[in-house]
């Protein structure tokens, strides 16, 4: 297959070295083209009001595998690979190994399963990969994992061009109860505002968010992860509320016989 790695901590993080590096050794054409520095967070963001500058990167990957740094988003690194630097058309984009988790509401603000929706939505299949600790560096259970998932993927294709999103406990490989497929939780965050000044007297604010809720049923991907079982939740980007559409469409149909005073 032809994969295309791409991430949202950057063309040096190490998950996303570890991931190509595990791949290196297989029958797979590996492409990795990642931002060119950390864009945690952005979501699905898009660089439209300036231009995407791309390096080739030598030198930190195995020879076998060609990489690029984007300026951009790690959307428009995807978007960018598609259409513009690779020659072939992937077969698979695999997003990661993020350093952190990525679960329940993450998913609407991670760079790094966006990067894997913009697979997706250009009709490839891709998997969001995240390890559920900031401080832990040892990416090889994850990367193990991962290459898994691939020699999977090569034997019995998706059916569907889908988004998996997966997280692996920051826990050592043997200790890992093994993989569950699961629902969405729900996260919550206290935003905080922390006011600073700079050199020139111009206030600035630094946001940080902390946990305050989690809500976790035992078929979520939170309640997985605690018992420390890897997580597949499949994703999609149609995200119409359809069990509501039978009242608004009453609603609506009252709302036209209203009169305005």
């Known amino acids: 297959m032809n994969i295309l790695i791409s991430n949202d901590d950057g063309i040096y ?7 190509a590096e595990a791949l290196s050794n297989t029958e797979h054409k590996i ?9 945690s967070a952005t979501g699905h963001a898009l660089t439209l009001q300036e231009p995407l500058r791309v390096d080739q990167i030598t030198g930190i990957y195995p020879p076998n595998i060609e990489a690029w740094a984007c300026s951009g988003t790690p959307s428009d690194t995807v978007k960018l690979a598609l259409d513009a630097l690779l020659s072939d058309r992937p077969d698979l984009v695999l997003s990661g190994i993020n350093r952190g ?22 009709g490839v299949p891709s998997i969001a990969f995240s390890l559920s600790s900031f401080t832990h560096l040892d990416f090889s259970a994850a990367a193990n994992f991962a290459k898994k998932m691939v020699k999977a993927i090569a034997n019995s ?3 569907e061009t889908i988004l998996l999103n997966v997280n692996i406990p920051a826990i050592a ?7 569950v497929v699961t629902k969405l939780g729900i996260r919550r965050y206290r935003d905080q505002f922390e006011k600073r000044v700079d050199p020139r007297g111009k ?4 946001l940080s968010g902390v946990i305050i809720e989690e809500e976790a049923e035992s078929d979520t991907d939170i309640q997985a992860i605690r018992d420390n079982y890897i997580t597949i939740t499949p994703l999609k980007y149609d995200l119409t509320f359809t069990a509501a559409m039978p009242f608004l469409q009453t609603w609506t149909e009252k709302l036209t016989n209203l009169s305005v005073q």
Not at 13 to 19: D, F, I, K, M, T
Not at 31 to 39: G, L, Y
Not at 101 to 119: I, K, P, Q, R, W
């Open 31 to 39: 492409t990795v083209v990642c931002p060119d520095r950390e864009r």
């Open 173 to 179: 490989e043997e200790d890992i109860c093994g993989a």
């Open 13 to 19: 993080a190490p998950g996303v070295r570890a991931l």
């Open 203 to 206: 206030t600035y604010y630094w």
């Open 157 to 159: 294709p998706l059916e």
């Open 101 to 122: 988790a990525n679960l329940g509401t993450d998913v609407l603000y991670s760079g790094t399963v966006s990067a894997a929706m913009e697979g997706v939505l250009e």
